[in-house]
């Protein structure tokens, strides 16, 4: 199996900075994109292309991807961040096409 | 505004069948990328089934032979007709899609499926 590893849970403080990580073998070589998903609502895509947004994610998501680990880092933490966030990679050569991590729930203390 | 309404869902016997419906506005279907994507509690987010360049289709390998996409060109409507069901087909399907197919710029609401007996 296709197998994207996140932490299962991050704290931060309100103003602080969460890193979010998603680890697989040779990650670096592949395009990392995150989601970002309140309760009860779809995901919302953040990031893609290892770091780029889309219009309207403000500039403290970014993103960083390289050897095994791909990073969401998340700057100037505020309550509205409070979410569960997943990475994901496309892979036309494997069977399963397309992968998701497990998922982070990020907490705002 | 890209808007992808999912319809469809419900409660099915084991084996039994389920058409979920995907009417998108704001985007032509016939041009982007579109695909489905469920979502459980314990398994998360999979990949179940979408449109790639060129009309081609794929399917995950845990639904193939049992789930057929399609799309209505004049409908604007995507549609994922889901036979031989199973206990672990339930879960909350989002109708997905974007100008590539990397990644997933637009998504539903979702249409819960449940199959239970």
């Known amino acids: 199996s296709y197998v994207l590893t996140q932490p299962p849970s991050v704290s931060v403080a309100p103003g602080k900075t969460a890193r979010i990580t998603c680890g697989r073998d040779n990650i670096g070589s592949k395009s990392v994109h995150w989601y970002q998903q309140k309760p009860g609502q779809a995901p919302v895509l953040v990031i893609y292309?290892?770091?780029d947004r889309p219009s309207g994610i403000p500039e403290r998501f970014s993103g960083s991807n390289s050897g095994n680990t791909a990073t969401l880092t998340i700057s100037r933490v505020e309550a509205g961040d409070e979410a569960d966030y997943y990475c994901q990679v496309w892979d036309g050569n494997s069977d399963h096409f397309y992968a998701f991590g497990t998922g982070t729930k990020v907490t705002v203390l | 505004e890209v808007q992808l309404v999912e319809s469809g869902g419900g409660l099915v016997q084991p084996g039994g069948s389920l058409r979920l419906s995907c009417v998108a506005s704001g985007l032509v279907v016939s041009t982007h990328y579109l695909s489905w994507i469920r979502q459980t509690p314990g398994k998360g987010l999979e990949w179940v089934s979408g449109?790639?360049?060129?009309?081609?289709?794929d399917y995950a390998l845990s639904v193939k032979g049992r789930f057929t996409i399609s799309r209505d060109d004049y409908k604007n409507t995507l549609f994922l007709q889901m036979d031989t069901l199973r206990a672990e087909d339930t879960a909350l399907y989002f109708c997905?899609?974007?100008?590539?197919?990397?990644?997933?710029?637009?998504w539903g609401q979702g249409t819960p499926v449940t199959v239970s007996s």
């Open positions: 292309y290892d770091n």
């Open positions: 449109f790639h360049g060129g009309g081609a289709i």
């Open positions: 997905v899609g974007g100008r590539g197919n990397i990644f997933f710029e637009y």
